[in-house]
């Protein structure tokens, strides 16, 4: 052992015994530590998610898992109610703490160290049962201090989902999501001379590995953790050239080679390396890798096909009704045609930007997002349903946007056709933003682990895609040909494409409805109400005005109407629904369970064959195949057949766990459908359009049978 870390752990041992027992601290306390609950309360059969804060004093530190040359992770001693159960804990990516040659991990400032407990089943509603915690720590500057800290918190057991801790809530949830997890990356080891090179590459670090990535290894006797390691950087990954520790001066040397990543820009993935040359694109030994702008070309070129596809799936029936609606209104002048082309093809466009900065900037500082989240908080959905009302009462002839009134001149009537067009692409967007279709979900996948200008355009590309059908029928001379001439069919055609509209904004209502409790639901009915007065209000004020008279008041009256609709949305509590994958249920005949991690690794214990749902009432494409495929007779006897277990994870309203997962397969929304083989390796994912054959095949498969 080298004198310098035989000296540290003297010292160390030399602490530990004055410490005695370490029922307090030797000395002042140097960490204030909390226990925090991300939701006020727990439901029967539930995970609660506790953390453990600490406070530490500036310029002292606490350590991590792997505390490297000297120190001790920070341990907790739990004191549950009788059937609970306390996971381990999860670690925050730590920081490097050099002290003279040797290298420690830890952290500085607040931590929180998050742990998921188990309430049993048999929990019962109306009581409060109190959780402690003995949290024992090593607390170090120039002399390290033990500490210990008993902690406990009361946790009231409700029937329902209890509401999120308005302190708390958000710190937790960031801290799971920033927390290393797997992810889509291949990682390898080699002795190369003295060094040991872990090569690793994928795309998750396209982008962003950068020189200052670092290696922070589970097991301390991996390397020699004060030695600097070099980094070689590849097209789409690293090799970290590090000096073996004591693990390999044994035989045979380690069959894996676990730790974090760490990259420059904070993002932290969990890696384990086997035995074996470097991946492609990592950089050091690996073959000549194809540059990052071929890369990029594919999966813009996926993001285009993907945005045609997307035209194509069942949640757009509403866009198809707009888009027919605004090519009905003067359909033989090609001129006018083409602008409003161009327009809505302009207002797809900033839409798709729009949003695609929002979940960048979001992903950026931490928040666990992804296609179709922005659904996820339910006075969007909630907005979202009243804006399709209007639209339909617009479509239906009970108030007009953009008609042109008495004395106003045909110029701004046309400006205001167009501004209409771009706004019909802009809620086109919102509509078909649940969904996703064929060839976009690995190109968004790979888009959110891009700087922010490649994955601007790798969403311009589906923009483009997605509106390109419209645009080029308003460039086609023929197309306005086909169209008979004005006349009254036109009035009756515009009022009954309404209809789909009437239907989009029911389905919002229902996903509004699995998203929250009664007293929102009522709120926003009510201000559906108001929405409506104010729309046949306003349309009268509209007609008294073309007609001359003085209609301000009844302007007034209508824009009275708007303001409590607006304070109704405004003032609904929004108070969250029980997750609807914790629900009893039935898919095909098969139970369905919620899912989690750790089911997932237990099923897999035993053997059994897993189908994972992953899903949202807010995704159409996933509420379509669970009728077309799922819950069909065919699904139904292939899952009695293989008695594959059934799992759903309903992202319907935020859940950072299930974020984590969909990321780590390379994914940024929902429907994703995995399959697990009862035999074990990687699970194999289905197509986003499903037949009950694709789901009968794969479980067959799964089972290890030939269907």
């Known amino acids: 052992m080298p004198a310098a870390r035989l000296i540290a752990a003297i010292a160390l041992a030399l602490a530990f015994t004055a410490g005695g027992a370490r029922a307090q601290s030797l000395g002042a306390d140097h960490v204030k ?22 406070d530490i004093d500036p310029g002292w530190h606490t350590y991590w898992r792997n505390p490297g040359d000297a120190g001790e992770a920070t341990r907790i001693v739990w004191s549950l109610p009788a059937g609970w159960r306390a996971g381990d804990i999860v670690w925050p990516a730590p920081r490097r703490l050099p002290v003279g040659p040797l290298m420690n991990y830890g952290y500085r400032g607040r931590v929180l160290l998050p742990v998921a407990v188990q309430v049993p089943a048999g929990a019962r509603p109306g009581s409060s049962l109190h959780v402690a915690a003995l949290v024992s720590m090593l607390v170090c500057a120039d002399i390290c201090v033990p500490q210990d800290a008993h902690v ?3 946790v009231p057991i409700v029937a329902a989902a209890p509401p999120p801790d308005r302190v708390w809530a958000g710190r937790i949830e960031a801290t799971l999501a920033a927390a290393p997890r797997p992810a889509a990356l291949m990682a390898t080891y080699q002795r190369v001379g003295g060094a040991l090179h872990i090569a690793i590459a994928g795309a998750p670090l396209v982008g962003r590995a950068g020189t200052r990535a670092y290696f922070f290894p589970y097991d301390g006797r991996l390397i020699a953790q004060g030695k600097p390691e070099a980094i070689d950087l590849g097209e789409r990954g690293l090799t970290l050239a590090a000096t073996p520790g004591a693990l390999f001066q044994q035989t045979p040397a380690p069959a894996r080679i676990e730790g ?3 990259t420059a820009d904070g993002a932290a993935f969990e890696i384990a390396a086997t035995p074996g040359p470097p991946p492609p694109q990592s950089g050091g030994l690996g073959p000549p890798a194809r540059s990052a702008a071929m890369g990029l070309g594919l999966a813009a070129l996926f993001a285009f096909i993907g945005g045609l596809i997307l035209n194509l799936m069942p949640c757009v029936f509403p866009v198809l009704a707009m888009k027919a609606a ?9 001129r006018h045609a083409r602008r409003q082309g161009l327009a809505f093809l302009a207002g797809v466009l900033a839409a798709f930007l729009g949003l695609a900065g929002a979940l960048i900037a979001a992903r950026a500082a931490g928040a666990p997002v992804g296609w179709g989240s922005q659904l996820q908080p339910a006075i969007v ?3 979202l349903s009243l804006v399709m009302l209007a639209a339909a009462l617009d479509l239906s002839g009970v108030y007009e946007i953009g008609a042109s009134l008495q004395g106003l001149g045909a110029g701004l009537a046309a400006r205001a056709d167009l501004i209409g067009a771009a706004f019909t692409g802009i809620l086109a967007v919102v509509v078909a933003a649940p969904c996703t279709a064929p060839f976009m979900a690995p190109a968004l996948g790979y888009a959110f682990t891009l700087p922010p200008a ?18 080029l029928l308003a460039f086609i001379p023929g197309f306005a040909r086909l169209l008979p001439r004005p006349g009254p069919w036109m009035d009756g ?10 239907g989009a904004a029911a389905w919002l209502v229902w996903v509004l409805a699995q998203q929250s409790d009664p007293a929102t639901l009522a709120a926003v009915l009510a201000a559906a109400v108001l929405v409506a007065l104010c729309a046949w209000i306003f349309g009268a004020a509209q007609r008294r005005a073309a007609s001359g ?16 609709a607006l304070a109704a949305v405004a003032a609904a509590p929004y108070g969250a629904t029980p997750d609807a994958s914790a629900a009893p249920a039935m898919v095909a005949g098969a139970p369905v369970q919620p899912w989690s991690p750790e089911r997932i690794a237990a099923l897999r214990a035993q053997g059994t064959p897993i189908f994972v749902d992953f899903t949202a009432a807010w995704c159409v494409t996933c509420q379509f195949n669970e009728r077309v495929a799922l819950d069909t007779r065919e699904a139904s006897e292939a899952f009695r057949r293989t008695g594959a277990a059934y799992l759903k994870a309903d992202w319907t309203n935020r859940n950072p766990a299930i974020a984590k997962a969909l990321a780590d397969e390379g994914r940024a929304g929902v429907p994703l459908y995995l399959v697990y083989g009862a035999d074990g390796g990687a699970p194999k994912v289905l197509p986003q359009l499903l037949t009950p054959g694709v789901v009968v095949r794969a479980l067959d498969a799964a089972a290890g049978r030939q269907s």
């Open 33 to 54: 530590v909390a226990l925090a609950a991300e939701t006020d309360g727990a439901a029967p059969g539930s995970t609660l998610q506790l953390a453990v804060v600490q």
């Open 152 to 154: 406990g918190l009361d």
């Open 260 to 262: 974090v990543l760490k």
């Open 326 to 334: 605004s090519l009905i209104r003067r359909p033989q002048e090609t």
């Open 381 to 383: 959905t909630a907005v």
């Open 454 to 471: 490649g994955a601007l355009a790798v969403f311009a590309a589906l923009g483009l895609g997605f509106a390109l059908p419209f645009t």
């Open 493 to 502: 055609l515009r009022k009954a494409l309404a209809f789909p509209m009437y």
């Open 549 to 564: 008279a003085r209609a301000r008041a009844t302007f007034a009256g209508a824009g009275l109407a708007g303001a409590l």
